[in-house]
Structure formats: C-alpha cells, structure tokens
C-alpha cells in the first residue's frame, strides 16, 4: 500500500519542479530560481530538512503570501522569509555569502515567537509568494535590484498564468482556503485581489503590513504591527 504524502513531502516535490521553471522576461529583468541555481543542492537539503522538521504531518493550513522573494533573502535560501543565518541554526547547512538576518525575517520571528514559536507556528501556516520565485532588475547603474512582479505590467502580463499555476498546486497541499493573509497591504494585495476576484481561490483575504514598511517607517509602532499581525493569524 502506497504511504500518504506529507504536507512536507509535497512541498518538497513543488520545490524541486521550481527547479525547471524557465521564464524570459524582458530586457533587464530577469528571474532568481534558488531551487536551480548554483547553490541548487544545498537549497534542496535545506528545503527538506526544514519542511520534514515542521511540516511532516497532513494538517490543514492557513496560506500567507508575500509578493515575491527578495533578491539577497529567500530567492537565495528557497525558504520563504526565512534568513540564511537563521536556516543555518536549525538545519545544519550554511548558503556561502548569505548570512546576513533581514528585516522581514526579523520581524516575522517575532510574529512566530508570540504566536507560540515555530512548532505551533508552522502546524498552522505555510508561507510563500504570489510569485513564487526571485525578480531582479538591472537599473540605470547597472545594479541588480530586487523588483516585484507587478511593477512592471509586461513582466506581471508574463508571469501571472505561472503564479496562478503555483497557487493552485499549492493549495492542493492541503491549504485551508477559508482566508488567507497578505503581506502587503498595497499592491500586493490589490493584484492578489484581483486574481481572486476572477478564480474564487479563497473565501476571505487580510492584508498586513510589509515588515520592512513597519521597520523603515515605524519602527516605534512595531508593537502595534505584532498585535494586528497576531490578530489576524488568530481569525476564526
């Protein structure tokens, strides 16, 4: 008799299929895939030690979604809004020149610790993008710079079938669809809203501040952002 796959197990094979995505985009904008990159084997041993460790069960999940990865954070590790230095504690594994904590990552470690810790955590949300995989931009300096999927409508145009795609198989891991949670309370959740509008993915969408909107410009009200935040995962 076949063993039943594990939220873990299917996250796992998701991952790995990233690894195939291939997509062009226009001149200058280009997409970051860790899960086919240099650091390709070590992103896949994170992936599985870090999903098996929290996520080795078939419980019903709540879904938060970000716009998409940052370019030197999660479109490097393949963990959403995890930070190399924190991966490297609990998985044993170290991502060469990526160590540094970010600011999103900071803040949704709190967000974590006061909902119980990761255990908890984890037993109830699954993470990611609406756009699953790393967008950079060369600017006029000729920089690479992170960028979101919608800031340019062309690239959006180009990745939305993708995204679609990827939300569905992601909900089919077993995603309760009830309400789902946005970080980004702006565009994010506009474009988000717009795609639910027309698929009917979810019954209810709340939207959170970005954690690098708290950190920049008010760091003071943190507090505050960690109760809306808390809030909101505690929906019924």
Known sequence: MKQKQTFSDKVFKYDQE?????????DSYKLI??????????????????????FNDNNKRRLILGSSP????????????????NLQKKTGIAIA???????????LNKVIDKYGGRNKFYRDFYLNFVC????????????????????????EEILTPF???ALKKQINFGIDTSVCYCIGSGQNYQEL?????????????????????????????EEKYLNKYLNALTYK
Do not use: W
């Open 70 to 85: 940052a370019r030197r954070g999660s479109a490097i590790t393949g963990v959403p809004f995890e930070d190399a230095s």
């Open 132 to 155: 699953p995989l790393g967008i950079c931009k060369t600017n006029s300096k000729g920089n690479q710079v992170n960028c979101n999927y919608y800031e340019n409508k062309r690239v």
């Open 18 to 26: 990233l690894g195939n995505v291939k997509i062009d985009l226009p």
């Open 193 to 221: 809203s717009k795609i639910n509008k027309k698929l009917h993915l979810f019954q209810k969408i709340i939207p959170l501040e970005h954690p690098r909107f708290v950190t920049q410009y008010h760091p003071g009200d």
């Open 33 to 54: 895939n860790p899960y086919s990159g240099r650091n390709k084997k070590q992103v896949l041993q994170i992936v599985q030690i870090f999903y098996q460790k929290y």
């Open 163 to 165: 995204m679609i795609s």
């Open 97 to 107: 020149n990526f160590h540094v904590s970010n600011a999103s990552s900071n803040f």
